[in-house]
């Protein structure tokens, strides 16, 4: 009996254990490597694999080996339509990077995207996503605008020690409003100073309102901000000193859409003193 012959025969066997009930078999990877490597059609093979009542027992490592062995394309993209990759439940996969936890809750508590996006874009830190980073992301329902505002951290911090650029020894910043902090007191106009190490208020109105303190008594600088389409309206600085005051500045022309004076005061600060705590006073 030539080969051409037994050739026939067995691809004829494979067609009917792919068709019989009866005798439904397990597929594995070392019954369809017998198969190639003794010369069965790929048809065969394919309606083997097919076959509902055929249990397929073949791993995603198996693939690589049958691909490598040489099995047929055909063959190979009917098994792989046949082995799901396993997918782990939600509650079950852990990020690499324990601070996706907090985001997660954070973002299923209710607080809006843009929200989200602008406080991981102010915090200041770093988040290398790996695979698995990413796929718990998607798992939670994370949105491709919040994760791109995670990547667009990757490399920024911690902070390369870099000097930074010597402050000048007077900067102004007008076209800002001290924000009191009770209902009774008016909001005041004014300026900050810049002077090297120091900021201090000057009030527009009465100079017993001003005052002065040193920079690095700062505990944390953060933006307030609206959210809006394209991207976040921020119109107020908030400094928030060591076991003291929190002060809060906005833009004078906070109502007609303009925040160019807090953007000024924020960027000297990120620019002078790096080193200072930027964020949200919760990050």
Avoid at 8 to 32: H, N, Q, Y
Wanted: with cysteine; proline share 6%; aromatic share 6%.
């Amino acid at each position: 009996m030539n080969r051409t012959i037994m050739r026939s025969l067995f691809s004829a066997a494979l067609l009917v254990l792919a068709t019989t009930a009866a005798r439904a078999e397990e597929v594995t990877a070392k019954s369809i490597l017998i198969a190639h490597q003794s010369g069965a059609a790929a048809d065969g093979i394919i309606a083997m694999v097919k076959n509902p009542a055929n249990t397929v027992a073949v791993t995603a490592g198996d693939l690589v080996t049958l691909r490598g062995a040489g099995v047929p394309e055909p063959v190979m993209a009917a098994l792989e339509a046949r082995v799901a990759a396993p997918t782990p439940p939600a509650d079950s996969l852990q990020p690499d990077d324990p601070r996706l936890v907090d985001l997660v809750r954070l973002i299923k508590s209710g607080i809006s995207e843009s929200i989200v996006a602008e406080q991981v874009r102010q915090s200041g830190r770093a988040f290398n996503l790996s695979v698995n980073d990413l796929l718990y992301l998607k798992q939670h329902g994370v949105l491709e605008t919040i994760i791109g505002a995670l990547m667009a951290t990757r490399g920024t911090a911690p902070m390369a020690p870099v000097a930074a650029a010597a402050a000048p020894s007077e900067l102004s910043f007008d076209g800002l409003v001290e924000v009191r902090s009770t209902f009774f007191k008016k909001n005041r106009p004014g300026r900050l100073i810049m002077h090297g190490e120091s900021l201090a208020w000057v009030d527009g109105n009465d100079p017993k309102n001003n005052f002065e303190f040193h920079i690095s008594g700062l505990e944390k600088v953060w933006f307030t901000c609206q959210a809006r389409t394209p991207e976040n309206y921020c119109y107020q600085i908030n400094l928030q000193i060591v076991k003291g005051a929190l002060y809060r500045f906005r833009d004078v022309n906070q109502e007609s859409g303009s925040n160019t004076s807090v953007v000024k005061v924020m960027d000297a600060l990120r620019s002078y003193f790096p080193k200072v705590a930027f964020g949200s006073p919760d990050a």
